[in-house]
Nanobody
Framework: QVHPVESGGGLVQPGGSLRLSCAAS????????AGWYRQAPGKQRELVAT???????NYADAVKERFTISRDNAKNTIYLQMNILKPEDTAVYYC?????????????????WGQGTQVTVSS
């Protein structure tokens, strides 16, 4: 089954930066609306940022002015640039995307979750 594939997580010191990427597992599918979510240990999954197919963005208050969501339609990839990282940003980050295949007669698709990438902010 097609799904988003996240990459770019890792260990970073407080104040550092990371860039996460999200691409479809099969190139035939394009990414429509998408978002990044995160889940810290013992907490519920929460919204980080979203981006529409037209490029409109929305952010959680906790990451405004520090994180930037963007898309490269030519590469069919969604990015999350994370700056001034804090220990409380430590979580598994998930990409959620509407993936669509319009290569045949009409389009088909659906909303899918990736498997997540770990981001750890620690000195």
């Amino acid at each position: 089954q097609v799904h988003p594939v996240e990459s770019g997580g890792g260990l970073v010191q407080p104040g550092g930066s990371l860039r996460l990427s999200c691409a479809a597992s099969e190139n035939i599918f394009s990414i429509n609306d998408a978002g990044w979510y995160r889940q810290a240990p013992g907490k519920q999954r929460e919204l980080v940022a979203t981006i529409t197919s037209g490029g409109s963005t929305n952010y959680a208050d906790a990451v405004k002015e520090r994180f930037t969501i963007s898309r490269d339609n030519a590469k069919n990839t969604i990015y999350l640039q994370m700056n001034i990282l804090k220990p409380e940003d430590t979580a598994v980050y998930y990409c959620n995307a509407f993936l669509e295949d319009c290569s045949g007669y009409g389009c088909s698709g659906g909303n899918f979750w990736g498997q997540g990438t770990q981001v750890t902010v620690s000195s």
